[in-house]
């Protein structure tokens, strides 16, 4: 059994292959507090650790001192306005005005499997995965009946929470509501976070946590550019290889909070969910409230360990395409070829190209629709420009079609231009408060996708493209982020539910989408990494990783990222140079080492770049298809991070069965009277002997782990090297 209740001791123990989370319930009143989460405990008997034996002791032992009592407990889902002065998880408004909220524990259901979360994505897993715990509590002055879950998983080592929330009394507003909440110790932690902006998303940042309120959080109605729905602490000396780490996610594309308060007496307060600022959620009697789903990671093996937890978690029970385990096509986009100037001929000649050196799709980006030539028109008029392309959109794919590529197509369905057909007819349709003129942004403002008509002229536009024609890729871009918060199509006490209800209606149409088209590859982007969270991934198996394409720039960009994804779901590409967004010029080869950890493409002018640079495609083809299906599976490890030494980057991905590895060394910055480095391998096994491919010399799996290799220096700044290690049979 994954989860248990021992009756006698009133505690709910959550086991994972190596993580035990453990919940008491205390008091007559059925307080529930938080005891443990950590190493893999045999025992259940540590109720003690709540403490309810010092002062101020439990209400009903000493009911003067219940404020104090509030103010202490390691509560499991805070409530508010009582007496806990630390940040609260749940808040509401009721008729007369008033916010308090108190918790208390009814009863409780075990089970095998993981159920759905309505409307919403979420983690999966069947009854041999995982088991789950149902938390029934009610606050009974407010009527609110509040459900927290918990999942346990059996193949990997994570907890998931969520929390539903029913009123059964008088109308009430909900105006806080986070999906997860848990009290612990401080334990010298260290928080990870990812900040970032455009072109240089998810960026690590370690902070010492320390007395007060920290955290990250996004109010732009999408997980954003600036910060990352997620947050680590590190406990001690934990670093990439060894000590605890919890890490934590959130399975949700829009605006959030990730909170660590240390307060007065050495405890740390985490909690994650929707970000409270403008949600305000109207619940009638008899409503109730889904909140989004929290992946919880428990790691003794530092950084490394909860990368694996992460990787598998969403390989294996989050990504649903029929691509998950499965190559992506070598496509080539383009944009950054041809940005708007282009026709049917332009994007012939490049598919003629890429079809002689091996590329296996044509990705026609953002202008071929209504009068588009550039950004500043036509979002919305989901119409072909056959001014452009001549003969049409369906000759154009069927031509494609018959050199061997595959075709995709760019799509921006959330979006509409002050400059449209569209918005002459529907002005109403956009985002906006009455009486105030629209903020643009990039010259456009954003569909109100709560109101069903625009929700389904907006997936209708889509959908009737992709049924026109042989299209087995789409591109879904949101370029930019909400503001002016405004709906014609929600009454006054409902306003404060249109960023919630927006994300709510992209993953409606997301459904639909891979409903109606099975087999489509999707590939989610906004503005580049904007949206690159768990919650897209349960629609598509990639997410465009940044629009920065620069090899250097990527090394730190897909290293943040690589850290909680799996490289399968990272959108890279081989562009041109020099980069055009920060001008740089590395050498080609090192571009496709680079986007060798990710999906890997091209974004470039095949027709133009130099002879020597596309002589080498074919070989960078054929590299793919040689490790791709080790890098798409395999364990991901950290050997060197390039944010942290500035010199140069090394990462490894070893196969499951630790047969082969292969390692990748980017040396960024040469430094004069440097002979070599030593790197240390990972996750080889010990007993086993290695060949470097291409050399007869054979290592022991100790010796390249524990004492290391010699690679010599390139010569140069931006040179790179592939080092593929193959287990060597001694017989």
């Keep these: 059994m994954a989860i248990t209740y021992f009756e006698k001791e009133r505690i709910f123990k959550l086991d994972t292959p190596n993580s035990s989370y453990v919940i008491g319930i205390v008091d007559k009143e059925n307080f529930v507090g938080h005891v443990y989460y950590g190493k893999k405990l045999r025992d259940a008997n540590i109720a003690y650790l709540l403490r309810t034996g010092e002062g101020p002791f439990v209400p009903s032992e000493n009911n003067r001192e219940r404020v104090s009592f509030y103010d202490t407990f390691p509560m499991e889902y805070a409530g508010n306005g009582l007496g806990d002065y630390r940040r609260s998880s749940i808040s509401v408004r009721t008729a007369g005005g008033h916010t308090a909220v108190s918790l208390f524990y009814v009863s409780h259901k075990i089970y095998a499997g993981k159920p759905g979360l309505a409307g919403l994505p979420a983690t999966f897993g069947d009854e041999n995965a995982c088991e789950t715990l149902e938390l029934f509590c009610e606050d009974p002055v407010l009527g609110l009946k509040v459900t927290l879950l918990y999942t346990a998983f059996s193949d990997v080592d994570v907890i998931t929470r969520s929390v539903r929330i029913e009123n059964d009394g008088e109308m009430l507003y909900l105006t806080k509501a986070l999906s997860f909440s848990m009290d612990m110790d401080n334990r010298d932690f260290t928080l990870l976070t990812m900040h970032g902006s455009w072109a240089r998303e998810r960026m690590l940042e370690h902070r010492k946590v320390k007395k007060g309120f920290m955290g990250v959080e996004s109010v732009r109605g999408e997980s954003s550019h600036q910060e990352h729905p997620f947050m680590a602490l590190a406990a001690g000396n934990a670093d990439q290889s060894q000590g605890e780490v919890y890490g934590m996610h ?138 452009k392309l001549n003969g049409g959109l369906k000759h154009l794919v069927d031509e494609v079609n018959k050199l061997g590529l595959k075709f995709g197509i760019w799509f921006e369905p959330e979006m509409i231009s002050p400059d449209s057909k569209l918005y002459e007819a529907h002005p109403d349709w956009a985002i906006q408060i009455p009486g105030r003129e629209g903020s643009l942004c990039r010259n456009q403002y954003v569909l109100d996708l709560t109101r069903k008509e625009v929700r389904d002229y907006a997936y209708e536009s889509v959908a ?112 041109d140079c020099p980069n055009h967004t920060v001008g740089r010029v590395t050498p080609f080869e090192t571009r496709g080492h680079v986007a060798l950890a990710g999906t890997f493409g091209y974004e470039l002018d095949i027709t133009k770049i130099p002879e020597e640079d596309r002589q080498m495609i074919p070989k960078q083809v054929a590299m793919y298809h040689k490790y791709n299906d080790l890098v798409r599976s395999g364990d991901y490890y950290r050997i060197a991070s390039y944010q942290e030494n500035h010199y140069f980057d090394c990462y490894e991905v070893v196969s499951k069965d630790k047969s082969e590895a292969l390692v990748t060394f980017v040396q960024v910055i040469n430094r004069p009277n440097y002979k070599s480095r030593r790197i240390t391998l990972k996750g080889l096994d010990p007993q086993k002997n290695y060949c470097l491919e291409g050399e007869d010399t054979v290592y022991a799996g100790d010796t390249l782990m524990y004492a290391g290799i010699l690679i010599q220096n390139p010569w140069g700044d931006f040179q790179s090297k592939l080092l593929h290690f193959v287990e060597k049979n001694m017989k």
Aim: hydrophobic share 35%.
């Design 250 to 387: 959130f399975v949700y594309s829009g605006n959030f909070i990730g909170q660590v308060e240390l307060g007065q007496f050495d405890t740390v307060r985490v909690g994650m969910g929707i970000h409270p600022e403008n949600f305000c959620w109207k619940l009638e009697k008899g409503e109730s409230f889904q909140t989004p789903e929290v992946v919880l990671v428990y790691s003794d093996t530092g950084y490394d360990g909860m990368t694996h937890q992460f990787h598998e978690l969403y390989r294996n029970h989050l990504i649903r395409s029929e691509y998950k385990d499965k190559k992506r096509p070598i496509l080539i986009n383009n944009w950054e070829a041809t940005y708007f100037d282009f026709n049917t001929e332009k994007l012939l000649s490049i598919a003629k190209k890429a079809s002689e050196l091996g590329i296996e799709m044509l990705v026609m980006d953002d202008g071929w629709f209504g009068h588009r030539n550039d950004d500043s028109s036509s979002l919305g008029d989901w119409y072909v420009n056959e001014e």
């Design 464 to 575: 009737s493209i992709l049924r026109s024609a042989n299209i087995e890729y789409v591109k879904w871009d949101m370029n930019r982020q909400l503001s002016d918060i405004g709906s014609y199509g929600l009454p006054a006490d409902r306003q404060g539910e249109l960023y919630h209800r927006y994300v709510l209606a992209v993953y409606e149409m997301q459904e639909r989408l891979v409903t109606e088209f099975p087999h489509l590859l999707l590939e989610n982007c906004s503005g580049g990494g904007a949206r690159f969270d768990p919650g897209m991934l349960y629609y598509s198996p990639q997410i465009w990783c940044s629009d920065d394409t620069d090899a250097v720039e990527r090394l730190k960009i897909q290293e943040s990222t690589a850290m909680i994804y799996p490289l399968s779901t990272m959108g890279a590409h081989v562009s």
